[in-house]
């Protein structure tokens, strides 16, 4: 891992913040009657990834990193169901690039959170 001066170096930050404005354009387009529902829950917790990478890099243990990395974990794979949902219901047919750029983030994710327990034996 490189050295960084800020969350915003992250390249997993920088790669799930394209993926928050994403969900942002396309639930613009979603039925009005989905404002409070699919639309709000959408953007929440697409916004919860990036928020919870940026409060874990600051956090001083690894174990409190981990712990808000694996709750941004938690809220992309919430997003996954959101971008299945907005498929199924045919409010999106930007499904595959999301779905793309949410499986790169994905794995960057989880590949970062190995190096960290694995560099400290919290696995």
């Given at each position: 891992?490189e050295k960084?001066?800020?969350?915003?170096?992250?390249?997993v930050?920088?790669?799930?913040?394209?993926?928050?404005l994403?969900?942002?354009k396309?639930?613009?387009?979603?039925?009005?009657?989905e404002?409070y529902?699919?639309?709000?829950?959408?953007?929440?917790?697409?916004?919860?990834?990036?928020?919870?990478?940026?409060e874990?890099?600051?956090r001083?243990?690894?174990?409190?990193?981990?712990?808000f990395?694996n709750?941004?974990?938690?809220?992309?794979?919430?997003?996954?169901?959101?971008?299945?949902?907005s498929?199924?219901?045919?409010?999106?047919?930007?499904?595959?690039?999301?779905?793309?750029?949410?499986?790169?983030?994905?794995?960057m994710?989880?590949?970062?959170?190995?190096?960290?327990?694995?560099?400290?034996n919290?696995?």
């Amino acid at each position: 891992m490189e050295k960084t001066n800020t969350f915003q170096d992250l390249v997993v930050w920088q790669k799930g913040h394209q993926f928050v404005l994403e969900v942002y354009k396309i639930t613009k387009q979603f039925p009005k009657e989905e404002i409070y529902g699919l639309t709000s829950q959408f953007r929440r917790a697409a916004i919860s990834i990036t928020a919870n990478i940026a409060e874990g890099y600051k956090r001083l243990s690894y174990k409190e990193k981990l712990r808000f990395y694996n709750i941004a974990q938690a809220s992309l794979e919430e997003c996954k169901y959101f971008l299945i949902l907005s498929r199924d219901l045919e409010y999106t047919d930007q499904f595959q690039k999301l779905n793309d750029l949410i499986n790169e983030v994905s794995k960057m994710l989880n590949s970062y959170c190995r190096n960290i327990a694995n560099k400290n034996n919290y696995s």
